[in-house]
C-alpha cells in the first residue's frame, strides 16, 4: 500500500488516540460497562465472600497469563479494585508470555474476591479480540488493515481492544462520519443525488 493512501486511511479509521482512560468520555463509558457487569455478578450480596472472610482481611492477588498473546483491558479492569494496591507488569496492547505476570494487586480482600470474576472477564474478552486482530495482521502481512465495525457488545472497549492488536477503529459512533448504507438507501425514494446532496449541505 503506498504512503498516500495509508496516511489517508490512518487519518479516517484510527481513533486509537482517544480510547485510553486518559479520555473522560472513555473513562465515564468504562466505568458505566464495569460497574454494571460487576453489580450483574455480585447480585444482592457475595454471600460466600461476606460469610467466611473478615471485612478487615487483606489479600494478595496475582493475575497471570494462561496462553501466549496480545494483553489488553488491563487500565480497565484495574478501576474494579478502588483503594487497592495494584502493580502493573504490562500495559495495554504488550505481547504476553503463557505463566508471565501481567498484574498484582493487594488489599481488601473481600473487595478482590468479589471483583475478580468481572475483572478477568474484562480482561480476557478485550485480550481475545487483541490477539485475534494481531493474528489477523500477521496474516495479512500489511497488505491491507485490519478495521472494526460497530457491531461490538462492548463498545468502545472492543474498539480498544481492536486498537491494543493493531487494529484500526473505523467510527467509534454515528457523529463520527457518513457511512451510506442499504437502508439509508431505501429511504432515498431513488432520489439518491438530491438527498447527497443535502447531506453535504448539512455537515
Known sequence: ???????????????????????????LFVKRVINEKLREDIGKGDITTNSLISKNAQAKAVVIAKQNGIVAGIDESSLLFENCR??????NGDIVKN??????????ARKI????RTALNVMQRMSGIATLTS???KIIENRCFIIG???TAFG??????I?????LTHRINLNDGILIKDNHLKFLNNDFEKSFLQLCLTI
Not at 500500500?1 to 473513562?27: A, P
Open 113 to 116: 474476591l468479589s471483583c475478580e
Open 135 to 137: 493474528n489477523l495482521n
Open 163 to 167: 486498537s491494543c492488536g493493531k487494529g
Open 99 to 108: 505463566k508471565e505476570i501481567i498484574f498484582e494487586v493487594a488489599g481488601n
Open 149 to 151: 465495525t460497530r457491531k
Open 156 to 161: 468502545m472497549m472492543d474498539k480498544a481492544a
Open 1 to 27: 500500500m503506498d504512503e498516500k493512501r495509508k496516511k489517508l486511511v490512518l487519518e479516517f479509521w484510527d481513533r486509537s488516540n482517544v480510547l485510553n482512560l486518559e479520555n473522560k468520555e472513555y473513562l
Open 86 to 91: 495494584i502493580a502493573k507488569n504490562k500495559t
